[in-house]
Every structure is written in structure tokens, then in C-alpha cells.
């Protein structure tokens, strides 16, 4: 049946569960089994597995030994950009520093390190002054606690261990326990959201995104004056986010016509 949104606008419930599921996957990187799907979608496991096989049928999706992939190029989906800068970073950010009215950074995670690649142009809405080097206090500012949920729990123990998690400021959750506890508890899909951790009078929040084979993370910060809209900013950074992504990589590339039916 079709579900009918607020806006009297006719969806169609199966497409909306397909690209959630394609979704899924991408932010597993590409590959996961059919119960993480189910259990990331909110789907029933016959539901996500009735979708997958569509999605493998269309040449979406491929079926492999560990679950469900992204399909290669010979199908119809573009493979994933191999890098974070693959894509227009710098523009992207720009672009949302204008349309959020806050600032905007991109972060990867990489050989062991939180990397700044790029932080929006925007004279309305200067960035955080990096007052404490922050490659080294990823615990303290949502961008770094989006990508240290991402690692694999050796690669976060060795991070935390190389990078002890000290306070900065007076809010600031320190110590490795409440950090691991921290992370380990935040809900999948949902925003990062810090309260004046890394800065006082700035409030923060990231998405955490994966490109290629990097974990990766897009973030806004604001003044803390500025407090009651960074939810709803939060969210509206992860929808642009995942809007742009999607369309990178799952781009339709034309393939032969199927033979007309005899």
C-alpha cells in the first residue's frame, strides 16, 4: 500500500524501505549480512530479505559469502568514490555553512589520526578557535566522537590509549571509561551532540558518514547563545548528508535493454 505524507505527497512504502536498506549498507561500507540491515532499518528480517533480493535482481545489490554488497560497476550502481576526496569537500561545506547558517567541517579518520579536511568559508560563521590541537581530543568534540564510533574496538582502545581522554572544559566527559561508555551507547543513526565539551560557549554536533573505506564525519558548530537550534540543525545536516551521498553512489548508469519479451 502506499503511504501518504504530510505534505499530501504519494509514497511509495517499498521504494522508501528499499533505499533505506541501500542506505544501511552504505553506511556499513558497503557490505553487512541481512540481520544488520533488518536491525538498522527497523525491518522485519523477511521484509529486508524479500527487499535484497529485488535489489540483487535489479542489480543494485550483490549476494556474496558474508551477506549483501553494494554492486559492482558492471551493474547499475556506481562504486563508491575510494576516498573522502572524491568528493567536493570544500564546496559541500561552503554550501552548507550558507544554507545552516553555522559552521560546517568535514573529518576523516586515517592511518590512526582525526584529519581535518576541510571547514566551510563563511565569514557569518567563523569556526571554533582550536584552541587544544584537535586531532588529539577527539572525546571532547562531537566530529571526533562520530568517527571513534566507527572504529572497531581494538582501533578505539589503541586511539584512546595513544590520546587519553582529558577534560577541557568543566562539561567535558573525560576518562576512558565514560568515553567508551559514551560511544558505545549512542544510538545508531542519531546525530553526535556536544554542549560546550571542547569550547565553552560552543555547542557542536557530527553525522558520521562513511566513504569508500574510511570512516568519516560531517559537523556544524554554533554558538552556545545558539543552543535550542542545534537538534534540529543536526538533523538537517545528516538528511543533506545522506541525500548527497546516496546520489554519488548510487548513481543510474544506463545499461543494454533487456531482449523484448518473445
Not at 536491525?39 to 523477511?46: A, C, H, I, K, Y
Not at 576512558?176 to 565539551?197: F, I, K, M, N
Request: overall charge neutral; aromatic content about 4%.
Amino acid at each position: 500500500m502506499p503511504e501518504r505524507s504530510l505534505t499530501g505527497q504519494t509514497l511509495i512504502q517499498s521504494v522508501q524501505r528499499a533505499v533505506h536498506l541501500l542506505r544501511a549498507l552504505n553506511h556499513r561500507g558497503g557490505s553487512a549480512s541481512a540481520k544488520q540491515l533488518a536491525r538498522d532499518t527497523d525491518l522485519p528480517l523477511p521484509t529486508a530479505y524479500h527487499l535484497l533480493r529485488t535489489l540483487c535482481h535489479e542489480g543494485l545489490v550483490s549476494k556474496d559469502r558474508h551477506g549483501y554488497a553494494l554492486a559492482d560497476p558492471a551493474g547499475l550502481a556506481v562504486p563508491q568514490a575510494s576516498a573522502p576526496e572524491g568528493l567536493p569537500t570544500q564546496e559541500w561545506t561552503d554550501a552548507l555553512s550558507l544554507e545552516l547558517d553555522a559552521a560546517v567541517y568535514f573529518v576523516i579518520y586515517r592511518e590512526g589520526e582525526i584529519r581535518v579536511t576541510a571547514v566551510s568559508r563563511n565569514p557569518d560563521c567563523p569556526p571554533v578557535t582550536e584552541w587544544a590541537e584537535f586531532g588529539l581530543t577527539g572525546h571532547a568534540h562531537a566530529a571526533g566522537q562520530a568517527l571513534l564510533a566507527q572504529l572497531g574496538d581494538e582501533e578505539r582502545a589503541a586511539h584512546l590509549d595513544r590520546n587519553p581522554a582529558t577534560p577541557l572544559t568543566r562539561h567535558t566527559v573525560a576518562g576512558r571509561t565514560a568515553v567508551e561508555r559514551r560511544l558505545t551507547s549512542q544510538r545508531r543513526g542519531l546525530p553526535h551532540l556536544e554542549y560546550e565539551e571542547y569550547a565553552l560557549g560552543t555547542v557542536c554536533a557530527a553525522v558520521p558518514i562513511t566513504v569508500g573505506s574510511s570512516a568519516a564525519a560531517l559537523a556544524i558548530s554554533l554558538p552556545a547563545t545558539r543552543t535550542a537550534d542545534l537538534k534540529q540543525l543536526a538533523h538537517r545536516l545528516q538528511n543533506r548528508a545522506e541525500n548527497v551521498l546516496l546520489d554519488r553512489t548510487f548513481s543510474i548508469v544506463p545499461r543494454a535493454p533487456r531482449p523484448p519479451e518473445p
